[in-house]
């Protein structure tokens, strides 16, 4: 079955580090860029950051640039996400999504991960 | 910071058409491909339009996508309107450092 799980989401104080996991099934998971996409409760959706298929290209939205570090291990077909220095406005569903390279969208995303960051 | 942006909220009724518009905020919205998704309550998104006018197989031809330059703007329009289309909408694209930009959502209330 062509799927993308996500876990690793819990309950972080502010200021600590979580580190989340995306494990692809179902299809040639190094043919493909990655993305982290999230929604905070209520909210829309926000993109995290992605990677390319080797990565060689990696990107951050600016609300998370140095303090969220991607990376993706293709011989266990897995994408991360860690996420350091952990702050309130970070609470959200965090989902895995896989981009289609030609045409270019998200063609399949997981059922996401809930973080929340509280004291 | 390049952004979209969408109305808050829209309403129709069964079977009549809507439009969602997405405004870009700097530069040219055809300088990058949009793409839409619809998110149902509790579930993931799904794409109804990539590459600003192109429906992924499974999407009824109900649903349409389109540039407006002029106006620096995307649209999807949704014509014979189910209640089943009641969702988020989102529209998508990229930025000019290639990073991922999502709209703020439209919800779409069918009544």
């Given at each position: 079955e062509v799927q993308l799980v996500e876990s690793g989401g819990g309950l972080v104080q502010p200021g600590r580090s979580l580190r989340l996991s995306c494990a692809a099934s179902g299809f040639t998971f190094d043919d493909y860029a990655m993305h982290w996409v999230r929604q905070a409760p209520g909210k829309g959706l926000e993109w995290v950051s992605g990677i390319s298929w080797n990565s060689g290209s990696i990107g951050y939205a600016d609300s998370v640039k140095g303090r969220f570090t991607i990376s993706r291990d293709n011989a266990k077909n897995s994408l991360y996400l860690q996420m350091n220095s952990?702050?309130?406005?970070?609470?959200a569903l965090y989902y895995c999504a896989k981009e289609r390279s030609n045409p270019r969208y998200f063609d399949l995303w997981g059922r996401g991960t809930l973080v929340t960051v509280s004291s | 910071n390049f952004m979209l942006t969408q109305p808050h909220s829209v309403s129709e009724s069964p079977g009549k058409t809507v439009t969602i518009s997405c405004t870009g905020s700097s530069g040219s919205i055809a300088s990058n491909y949009v793409q839409w998704y619809q998110q149902r309550p509790g579930s993931a998104p799904t794409t109804v339009i990539y590459e600003d006018n192109q429906r992924p197989s499974g999407v009824p031809d109900r649903f349409s996508g389109s540039i407006d330059s002029s106006s620096n703007s995307a649209s999807l329009t949704i014509s014979g309107l189910k209640t089943e289309d009641e969702a988020d909408y989102y529209c998508q694209s990229y930025d000019s450092s290639n990073r991922g930009v999502f709209g703020g959502g439209t919800k779409l209330t069918v009544l």
């Open positions: 952990l702050r309130a406005e970070d609470t | -």
